[in-house]
């Protein structure tokens, strides 16, 4: 590989994005939920959440498939355009698609034409995203640059925010500044493309060569949209906005943490990718241990530490009003772990080798247990209901890949799964025994009236400080 970056300096430079996004809602979240009120809200959350049903129709899948694409090309700039050409030109004719259907339903279905202005408002993110070629500069390992871009626009969304909302009735610009802060980055990558392909056709295009990939994506997304979005989608229809606005705040909250856990795993399937298509069997093996080592050692003290400081954690970032996010917010934290071991067997290991019907089944198993438990449980329980139906999807992905995984390890042509000393590397024992004892250290400290953010500052220094010195002192090593 020509120019290989370094994976430490595309960690940093993920982490350093992932903490952004951390920052960002830290900053912000507090103030707008303060000012929109839980009904606000819960109307720019039903409302994206709608809407990422269109993105996802618009992308296709390509978001995953064209970074594993672009990786095994990289090395040849012609085709390499022609493939990032192929691909966009997918995405735009789906993003026509997409639009067409979504205007149909905003004049059609009432619960949607009532926030007309809204819904069109928040749709911009169709067409950002479709221009935008993330895929492109991820499969270039161009973290570098889509970290300093995507914080630039973060800061200018944080400004905002504090200019233009002052009123429950400023919804809709809250809307509208998301969308900016999460898409409107991609408008900077359609402009810089040329520097890494050529924008003349280069001829001999076959968009059916893609396809089949494609759609194997399109479908594993689809499944995964219906668990993540569908819940708040249905307590939208089955509830009512001021209970989405309690949920959209305890997942804000654990879809944070998530990214910081996944931020390893998300810079490792170009390269991933990469070590396969050149045989390099143990330099994959070296960063997938890497990648399974880092969730268990930093997923496990973070779901323990925010199912005991749920109530502290919401209070602090959204205020008074949102007492009722802490229920579903104890309950939906275990996810945090979930995601962060299938996104290694899933999208680290699976797709790489091509095996992306294998998470597509996963995914689809998911979405009908959170589809049966939201109707079983969200009628009585409501956003706790819908948090329990997020659980169960996650732990069926999880184990439905797990499943498969150790069948793969069994036959000979994906000798490279093995992974000898799987559960040493681990340190499952050691990560257990310096949970429970930071917990010991740490507990006592609700109980002496703080304040919320006092509290928290005190607790998480005294847990993940005594973790980590527990951790280490009893021999086990956080880099290596």
């Known amino acids: 590989m020509n120019n290989q970056p370094s994976l430490k300096i595309n960690f940093g430079m993920n982490a350093i994005l992932t903490v952004s996004s951390l920052i960002f809602p830290i900053i912000t979240f507090p103030y707008v939920s303060r000012v929109l009120q839980p009904g606000g809200m819960g109307k720019v959350s039903f409302a994206l959440s709608i809407v990422s049903y269109f993105t996802m129709i618009s992308q296709l899948g390509i978001p995953t498939y064209g970074i594993r694409a672009v990786a095994r090309v990289r090395d040849n700039r012609e085709e390499l355009t022609r493939v990032t050409h192929e691909l966009l030109f997918i995405n735009l004719i789906m993003s026509l698609i997409s639009y067409g259907v979504l205007f149909i339903m905003i004049l059609t279905v009432p619960r949607l034409s009532e926030e007309r202005l809204l819904f069109t408002v928040v749709s911009a993110s169709i067409i950002l995203d479709a221009i935008g070629t993330e895929w492109l500069y991820k499969g270039l390992e161009q973290y570098t640059y889509i970290t300093v871009r995507s914080i630039i626009f973060k800061v200018i969304s944080i400004i905002a925010m504090f200019l233009l909302v002052h009123d429950t009735s400023d919804y809709v610009i809250y809307g509208g500044i998301s969308v900016f802060a999460a898409s409107a980055a991609n408008i900077i990558n359609f402009i810089n493309i040329g520097r890494h392909v050529d924008i003349r056709p280069v001829g001999s295009y076959d968009l059916k060569k893609h396809l089949k990939s494609v759609l194997v994506f399109f479908a594993m997304t689809c499944a995964t949209t219906v668990y993540l979005n569908l819940d708040t989608a249905m307590l939208g229809f089955m509830t009512d906005d001021e209970e989405v606005g309690y949920y959209h705040a305890s997942v804000r909250i654990k879809s944070v943490l998530t990214a910081l856990i996944t931020s390893l795993g998300a810079v490792l399937l170009p390269r991933i990718s990469y070590y396969i298509e050149k045989g390099e069997k143990e330099r994959f093996r070296g960063v997938c241990m890497k990648a399974f080592r880092f969730v268990m050692l930093a997923a496990v003290p973070t779901v323990v530490y925010f199912i005991i400081f749920a109530k502290e954690t919401v209070l602090f970032i959204s205020g008074g009003d949102y007492t ?157």
């Open 324 to 480: 009722g996010s802490i229920l579903p917010m104890r309950i939906i934290m275990p996810t945090v772990l979930f995601i962060g071991l299938s996104n290694i067997i899933g999208i680290q290991i699976f797709i790489p080798f091509g095996e992306e019907k294998k998470v597509l089944h996963s995914e689809i198993a998911g979405a009908i247990v959170d589809v049966i438990i939201n109707l079983l449980l969200i009628p009585g329980f409501r956003s706790a209901g819908a948090a329990a139906g997020t659980v169960a999807a996650e732990a069926v992905v999880l184990l439905v890949q797990a499943a498969a995984f150790r069948r793969m390890v069994r036959e000979k042509k994906y000798e490279a799964m093995r992974f000898p000393g799987f559960f040493r590397e681990l340190d499952l024992i050691r990560v257990a025994a310096a949970v429970i004892i930071a917990t010991g250290a740490t507990v006592w400290v609700k109980f002496f009236g703080f304040g919320n953010f006092l509290t928290l500052a005190v607790s998480a220094s005294l847990f993940f400080g005594a973790y980590t010195g527990v951790y280490v002192l009893s021999g086990g090593k956080i880099l290596r």
